[in-house]
C-alpha cells in the first residue's frame, strides 16, 4: 500500500487564485513529520513547509499552508495567490519517527499556473 | 547555508559501464540519502548513510551501490549500467532531527544509451 498519496496528476490555477493540492498518507506511528516540496523545471528540490504529527495548528509558511487533518490523515497544501513563478512540480513526503530519517515521498503533483 | 552538491548535471554513458556519481555536503550532516526520480513514480530512495561505512538499502537498491568514506561526500555505483537506470538522481542530507528537511543537490540526469 502507498505511504503517500497524490491523487491530482495536474492542476491548472489562474495567477492570484488559491489551489489546494491534495496529499493522504498512510502510517501507524504515533509520531511522524510531513513534508511539501516544490521541484521547478530546472531539477532542485526546494522545502516549503513542515507539519509535525503532534502539532496542534496549522503549519504556515508565507503563501504556503499546511491543511492538516489528522483523523483523514491528510495533509494538504494550500497555496494562496498564485504566481506564474509557481508552476512546478509539487512533492509530499513523510518521515516516520521510528525510520533513519527516511522520507517517503507521493509522485507528485504538476501545477501550472496561467496569466 | 547547506550545500549539496552532485559532481555532473548530466552525464551519458553506454549500457555495460561502470558509473559513479558523486555527492558533497558542507554541513556535518550524519545522513546522506540517493533517490532516483522517474515520472509518475516520484522519488523512491535507493540507499542511505547514517555515518561513515555505514549504508543502509532503500526501496529499490537492486543494481546500484553505496560508498561512504567521509562525512561530507556519498557516492553511488552503477558497475554495469543498464538502459533502465537512466534517470535523474537526486543526493540529499540531513541532520537527522525529526523536523529537518532533507537538504538536496541539484541532481545528476543519467542517460545510458
Known amino acids: 500500500a502507498q505511504k503517500i498519496t497524490q491523487t491530482q496528476p495536474g492542476m491548472f490555477v489562474q495567477e492570484k487564485e488559491a489551489v489546494t493540492l491534495d496529499c493522504t498518507y498512510d502510517t501507524s506511528d504515533p509520531s511522524y513529520g510531513l513534508f511539501w516540496y516544490k521541484q521547478p523545471s530546472s531539477g532542485e528540490m526546494i522545502f516549503l513547509i513542515y507539519?509535525?504529527?503532534?502539532?496542534?495548528q496549522n503549519a504556515t509558511e508565507g503563501r504556503y499552508s499546511l491543511n492538516f487533518q489528522k483523523a483523514r490523515k491528510s495533509a494538504n497544501l494550500v497555496i494562496s495567490a498564485s504566481q506564474l513563478g509557481d508552476s512546478a512540480m509539487y512533492f509530499c513526503?513523510?518521515?516516520?519517527?521510528?525510520?533513519?530519517?527516511?522520507?517517503?515521498f507521493g509522485k507528485g503533483t504538476m501545477l501550472l499556473v496561467s496569466p | 547555508d547547506v550545500k549539496v552538491t552532485q559532481s555532473s548535471r548530466y552525464l551519458v554513458k553506454r549500457t555495460g559501464e561502470k558509473v559513479f556519481l558523486e555527492c558533497v555536503q558542507d554541513?556535518?550532516?550524519?545522513?546522506m540519502f540517493w533517490y532516483r526520480q522517474d515520472p509518475g513514480l516520484g522519488l523512491r530512495l535507493i540507499y542511505f548513510s547514517y555515518d561513515v561505512k555505514m549504508k543502509e538499502k532503500g526501496d529499490i537498491p537492486e543494481g546500484y551501490s553505496v560508498s561512504r568514506e567521509k562525512k561530507e561526500r556519498f557516492s553511488l555505483i552503477l558497475e554495469s549500467a543498464s538502459t533502465n537506470q537512466t534517470s535523474m538522481y537526486l543526493c540529499?542530507?540531513?541532520?537527522?532531527?525529526?523536523?529537518?528537511?532533507?537538504?538536496f543537490g541539484p541532481g545528476t540526469r543519467l542517460l545510458v544509451l
Open positions: 507539519q509535525g504529527s503532534y502539532d496542534q
Open positions: 554541513m556535518d550532516h550524519e545522513n
Open positions: 513526503a513523510m518521515r516516520e519517527a521510528s525510520g533513519y530519517s527516511t522520507l517517503t
Open positions: 540529499a542530507s540531513t541532520r537527522g532531527q525529526h523536523q529537518e528537511t532533507q537538504y
